[in-house]
């Protein structure tokens, strides 16, 4: 069964302090997943409290009866597999300790913001061969380092089967939110050079990417080619960027938001910028490692929507191995250019 079913709606600004109203909601979640695993309905409540004739009386009947049958009346069960959303979610949920706004942000290993072994914007940690990689934490870690701040901890934690392995950040936060909306301005920017007008201008080279008197011509251009495009490839329109503004490439660090651009439309527009700079990629240097960086993004993406929901063993090394070339590419341009377009946050290296 590959489906969606609505647990809960809850208002966030109405929650009592240190998240007891969702823990509470939580328990009732993990309650009935436990319950799932046996295939048997349940003898007591959420809380433990024994159904009987004057506590759920409907219930108490039910206690111990399949939940569910083949049709041969083999019982069936079922069993949790994963927790996915946004970081602040997952934080939240889980009660981390480690998160975007600290100096240690990630829940699994001791990747940190700071200078030294773990810091998480090396090309050696990046690359997935680095001295963090020592330090990822068992699936049921516990203990001073565990990424479990709170207590008592998260209801989420007691389903049967739960793995902190088996959380992890939905797509959409991960690529969309968090990668493009600054790697696709800042290509968009590298590819279309200087503006004439501005300070360091030159002339834009009859064979640029995207030739224009200024910036806004530059869109322009940017623009149409990327209509012709979407229209030679029949992208849904739900699925298209309106216009690429001045905005997009403003500032030394590049930077848009779903104002700008849908999430989904952002990446449906990832394999056309990665054609472009793939168009460019013997110019220089910067233009390989943009090139590289765009090309493991969209084959990337490309795994994961063969197989949107699960993927095999071997298609998550695949997945892994583009994302770490892709971060690798990034590191460099980094590197190569401090002073931007490029930047290594958090956000980007999950």
């Known amino acids: 069964m590959d489906t969606r079913l609505l647990f809960m709606v809850l208002k966030r600004s109405q929650e009592l302090p240190e998240h007891v109203t969702l823990y509470r909601a ?69 009660g981390l300790q480690h998160y975007w706004s600290r100096p240690c942000m990630c829940h699994l290993c001791a990747a940190s913001s700071l200078p030294g072994p773990h810091y998480y914007g090396s090309r050696e940690n990046l690359s997935g061969t680095g001295p963090v990689r ?5 699936p049921f870690h516990t203990g001073p380092n565990s990424w479990a701040a709170r207590r008592p901890v998260s209801p989420l934690t007691e389903i049967p089967g739960f793995s902190i392995w088996r959380c992890g950040f939905d797509l959409m936060h991960t690529l969309e939110l968090g990668i493009l909306q600054k790697v696709i301005p800042a290509a968009l920017q590298g590819l279309m050079g200087i503006a004439p007008g501005e300070p ?41 960027v309106k216009r690429i503004t001045a905005r997009w490439v403003q500032g030394p660090y590049p930077e848009i938001s779903s104002e700008h651009a849908k999430a989904a439309a952002l990446r449906a527009m990832l394999p056309w910028v990665a054609s472009v700079a793939n168009g460019r990629r013997a110019d220089s240097p910067t233009a390989e490692l943009q090139a590289t960086l765009l090309q493991e993004l969209t084959a990337m993406d490309a795994t994961y929507t063969r197989q949107p929901r699960f993927l095999s063993a071997g298609q998550a090394e695949q997945a892994q191995g583009h994302c770490t070339r892709a971060l690798a590419a990034l590191t460099d341009l980094v590197n190569l250019h401090p002073r931007g377009p490029w930047k290594v946050i958090p956000r980007s290296t999950p």
């Open 26 to 94: 939580f328990r009732t979640l993990a309650w009935s997943l436990a319950a799932m695993v046996t295939g048997l309905h349940p003898a007591h409540d959420e809380v433990g409290v024994a159904f009987g004739p004057a506590h759920h009386p409907e219930r108490a009947k039910l206690a111990g009866q399949p939940l569910a049958c083949r049709p041969d009346g083999t019982p069936l069960c079922g069993a949790w597999c994963e927790l996915r959303g946004d970081w602040e979610f997952l934080r939240d949920a889980l």
């Open 200 to 240: 360091g201008a030159r002339v834009v080279e009859a064979r640029g990417a995207f030739a224009g008197r200024n910036r806004p011509a530059q869109c322009l251009a940017a623009t149409l080619a990327y209509r012709q495009w979407a229209s030679d490839t029949k992208l849904s329109s739900s699925s298209r």
């Open 134 to 138: 020592e330090t990822l934490v068992g």
